[in-house]
């Protein structure tokens, strides 16, 4: 198993802005489609963003437009940049893998431990 490792997540304010990394080392990195999910306390855990291996990008409408999602192959990394953040996007952010963009969304091969992000007014 290929793990996922976040890091990043802490306490921001309503307004700001944070940015959370995973590292997955592993020689398929390349060609696999990344994403991340979070969940939100009494909730369900939900898609946010994904990216696949030609940097094609997913957002899950709640995010788009504040979110960015980018890799680095070299590194075998990705980010999830949060911009301009609400109360709602307070949430366990896990990181997930899988090789295709449709598997990634719904059936994760991977998955990493989760970060916390609190978001406060």
């Known amino acids: 198993q290929v793990p996922l490792v976040e890091s990043g997540g802490g306490l921001v304010q309503a307004g700001g802005s944070l940015t959370l990394s995973c590292a997955a080392p592993g020689r398929t990195f390349s060609t696999w489609t990344m994403g991340w999910f979070r969940q939100a306390p009494g909730k369900e855990r939900t898609f946010v963003a994904s990216?696949?291996?030609?940097?094609?990008?997913y957002y899950t409408e709640a995010v788009k437009g504040r979110f960015t999602i980018s890799r680095d192959n070299a590194k075998t990394t990705i980010e999830l940049q949060m911009n301009n953040v609400k109360l709602e996007d307070t949430a366990i952010y896990y990181c997930?893998?899988?090789?295709?963009?449709?598997?990634?969304?719904?059936?994760?091969?991977?998955w990493g431990q989760g970060t916390q992000v609190t978001v406060s007014s």
């Open positions: 997930a893998s899988a090789p295709t963009i449709a598997k990634v969304r719904t059936a994760p091969d991977y």
């Open positions: 990216i696949g291996w030609m940097r094609e990008t």
